[in-house]
């Protein structure tokens, strides 16, 4: 399965913007991570396909969405009240079990990344 992420961009802070990925194939989950310059790969968010559940990290919470659609295998962050640190290299990850998961070790394939910028 491959993936590739799309709608990075720079935005002003207070703002939106969509990130979009399309799975190759089929998964049964799929998360979105962030890595900003210097810190570690963390966890933003996840969606299971089956029954819709979805998990977010505390930082995103209430201001960032996930949707997607499991029939076009495409996975969507809808982030919102966008601030500074939100900056950051987004990735898209899948993996093909059932279960939400939020650490990186946990998903079986993964995105190119896209640039998001948030401007004070």
């Known amino acids: 399965v491959q993936l590739q992420a799309f709608g990075g961009g720079l935005v002003q802070a207070g703002g939106s913007l969509r990130v979009s990925c399309v799975a190759s194939?089929?998964?049964?989950?799929m998360g979105w991570f962030r890595q900003a310059p210097g810190k570690e790969r963390e966890f933003v968010a996840a969606?299971?396909?089956?029954?819709?559940?979805?998990s977010y990290a505390g930082s995103v919470k209430e201001r960032f969405i996930i949707s997607g659609s499991n029939a076009r295998n495409t996975v969507y962050l809808q982030m919102n009240k966008l601030k500074p640190e939100d900056t950051a290299v987004y990735y898209c990850?899948?993996?093909?079990?059932?279960?939400?998961?939020?650490?990186?070790?946990?998903?079986?394939?993964w995105g190119q990344g896209t640039q998001v910028t948030v401007s004070s």
């Open positions: 990850a899948a993996r093909t079990t059932l279960v939400i998961a939020t650490l990186t070790s946990s998903y079986d394939y």
């Open positions: 194939g089929r998964t049964f989950a």
């Open positions: 969606i299971r396909w089956s029954g819709g559940s979805t």
